[in-house]
């Protein structure tokens, strides 16, 4: 596809539930980051990709979140045993390179609904 | 760490020009970017600074001045299509990954 692309568009799930969202980049980028972003507010950096390595995980909220980007392209991230508070917008985008210069593409994101 | 502060909201009108500015803490970064976003959508990439100076992109320009630990994106000659959020972001490593600010909303009145 031309642009960055994740599934489901909507997510409603019952506390306690393990959920897994989809992102598939941009063909060809190396990067991939995944965001959270609650209403109005900017995107809460989560972790990042280059290539299949997690670059760097330190915004995971803790042990329940974890993400994985086995074969450089396709990443999912998985949400166990969720809480209402994990309720937000995650946003997953990509970039060309692995570099400090390059910018972004977000996908439209997933909406998860933890009731 | 790091935090970024931006005004949580500008106004102005139709052909106005627009300063939002950034202010920053940081041990050490490689850049800043800004970050457009409308209601309901996805940010889109605007700008990036790495070095001190000015970039112009159109109607929209931005700044960095690394010794005041500050940056501003101006949006000139203002349509209604700019009302959004805009946030900016810093490169905090060398691999790309970012940081963005809280974001300001901009309304451009008739």
């Known amino acids: 596809g031309a642009g960055v692309s994740q599934s489901p568009r909507y997510k409603v799930t019952k506390r306690g539930q393990d959920v897994a969202l989809r992102c598939d980049p941009i063909s060809g980028h190396v990067s991939l980051y995944w965001y959270r972003q609650a209403l109005g507010q900017g995107p809460e950096f989560l972790t990042y990709?280059?290539?299949?390595?997690?670059?760097?995980k330190s915004g995971l909220p803790n042990d329940r979140f974890s993400a994985e980007r086995p074969e450089g392209s396709i990443s999912t991230l998985t949400i166990q045993r969720t809480e209402q508070r994990d309720s937000a917008m995650y946003r997953c985008?990509?970039?060309?390179?692995?570099?400090?210069?390059?910018?972004?593409?977000f996908g439209s994101g997933t909406q998860l609904s933890v009731l | 760490g790091q935090s970024l502060e931006q005004p949580s909201e500008v106004t102005a009108v139709e052909g106005a020009i627009v300063q939002i500015n950034c202010t920053y803490q940081?041990?050490?970064?490689?850049?800043l970017s800004w970050y457009q976003q409308h209601d309901g959508g996805a940010p889109t990439f605007l700008s990036y600074n790495a070095l001190d100076g000015l970039e112009e992109t159109g109607r929209f320009s931005s700044f960095l001045s690394r010794s005041d630990s500050y940056g501003y994106l101006l949006l000139q000659e203002l349509q209604m299509k700019d009302s959004a959020s805009y946030f900016c972001?810093?490169?905090?490593?060398?691999?790309?990954?970012?940081?963005f600010g809280a974001g300001t909303q901009v309304v451009v009145t008739p």
């Open positions: 985008a990509s970039s060309l390179g692995a570099g400090r210069n390059e910018k972004l593409f």
């Open positions: 990709f280059n290539y299949e390595a997690q670059q760097d």
């Open positions: 940081t041990s050490g970064f490689y850049g």
């Open positions: 972001a810093l490169t905090t490593d060398s691999w790309g990954k970012f940081q």
